[in-house]
């Protein structure tokens, strides 16, 4: 039986308040792990087939605040907190 084991070091990890957000690569998939206390189910687990470049897409368009403590891909675009930041807010 093959054994998994992975930790954050060298993958991408977010967190917004309770929840978290991580994908950690599998050769040529990732798998994406996600936790949020306030749904059912609270966590899940899947592989996907993304690329760097998409990562860091989905990142920026959907995590906008998230705080990102550790990120393995290029194009995460992040404040001086380290949190993901709209690159072009619209004017108020």
Known sequence: MDKLFATERGNTLLMNGEQMAAWVSMGQKRLEIT??????????????DITD????????????????????????HKDE???VTDPDPEPA
């Open 53 to 76: 470049e998409q990562l860091a897409q989905h990142i920026n368009d959907n995590l906008t605040g998230w705080f990102v403590p550790k990120c393995n891909v290029d194009g995460v």
């Open 35 to 48: 936790y949020n206390p306030n749904n059912y189910p609270m966590l899940t687990v899947s592989e996907v």
């Open 81 to 83: 907190f380290n949190c």
